[in-house]
């Protein structure tokens, strides 16, 4: 959330659009996710796929590079959605809970990456300006 949070206040509109899009979405999924975790929600699947378009957008339209990393990783996501639907119970609901989170981190950091690119460095101190001018007494008062 936090990444999301600055990619809205510094980011240009790739990373507002995709950090409301993607702070929208987590919400989203924890107000229609049902517990206990068995497999693939057909509410989650929908709402990791509206994200999946969305980074899929945003990389075709922008020409940057950290949103065709963060469509990849929703890929992933949504592949690992079909995964566990296809093993048909063969795989463990943690073990799919551990690839979901994996991919969301990458995600993130994708968005990350766009939301830190903004952050402008501090200037350099000079610390001449921290000085105060020395008056000098007995001498003309254009001088200082």
Request: glycine share 12%; hydrophobic share 50%; with cysteine.
């Amino acid at each position: 959330m936090v990444v999301c949070v600055a990619a809205l206040v510094r980011g240009e509109w790739e990373e507002r659009l995709f950090g409301a899009l993607y702070m929208s979405a987590c919400m989203a999924s924890l107000a229609v996710e049902k517990r206990p975790w068995t497999g693939p929600q057909g509410a989650i699947v929908a709402i990791d796929a509206i994200v999946l378009f969305g980074a899929v957008g945003i990389a075709l339209v922008s020409g940057k590079l950290w949103p065709i990393g963060a469509a990849a990783f929703q890929v992933l996501t949504l592949g690992a959605h079909l995964a566990f639907v296809a093993a048909d119970g063969r795989l463990s609901a943690v073990g799919y809970l551990t690839v979901l989170i994996v991919w969301s981190y990458g995600t993130i950091a994708c968005l990350c990456c766009g939301a830190g690119s903004h952050f402008r460095p501090p200037k350099p101190v000079r610390w001449g300006s921290f000085q105060r001018p020395i008056r000098r007494r007995g001498r003309g008062s254009d001088q200082a």
